[in-house]
């Protein structure tokens, strides 16, 4: 993913704004408002965690996000809000090793969510997301949940 990237903004008077650059299937959707929206550090921000999302959807499914589908089903997939398949549709044997289908649904699949919503005002932050693939990590290695 290009995060930061979106911090390229182009200038309209003082105010610069989100512009459409990046890797696609890991782009946010407000990349792609018409018009443009302001470049805020809170829109900079929600547009690199829906990125991490992205990726972590990647790493958890062994799938790039809408692999195999054309540029055009791409971009009307992420302008529409639309989650990347894999972590929820993936075939078993699609699964990476080690990693158990209830886990790709239970808190990944929900942070991934999260991270891609479409309201970017309702995203975690990128500390908040940290904390939830360390809880989850923990998880996953036998300890206990944190309160």
């Not at 699964?95 to 891609?116: D, H, K, N, S, T």
């Amino acid at each position: 993913a290009d995060f930061g990237f979106t911090r390229v903004a182009a200038e309209e008077g003082d105010e610069a704004m989100l512009q459409q650059r990046g890797t696609l299937p890991y782009m946010a959707w407000e990349l792609f408002h018409d018009p443009p929206l302001p470049a805020t550090a809170a829109a900079l921000a929600a547009v690199d965690v829906c990125a991490l999302g992205r990726v972590i959807s990647e790493a958890a499914s062994g799938r790039v996000p809408w692999e195999g589908g054309s540029e055009a089903l791409v971009r009307q997939a992420v302008m529409s809000g639309d989650l990347p398949p894999g972590l929820f549709d993936a075939e078993i044997d699609d699964i990476p090793p080690g990693m158990e289908r209830a886990e790709l649904r239970g808190p990944l699949g929900e942070l991934v969510r999260r991270c891609c919503q479409e309201d970017r005002r309702q995203r975690p932050g990128a500390g908040e997301v940290r904390a939830e693939v360390e809880a989850i990590i923990n998880l996953l290695e036998g300890g206990e949940e944190k309160a």
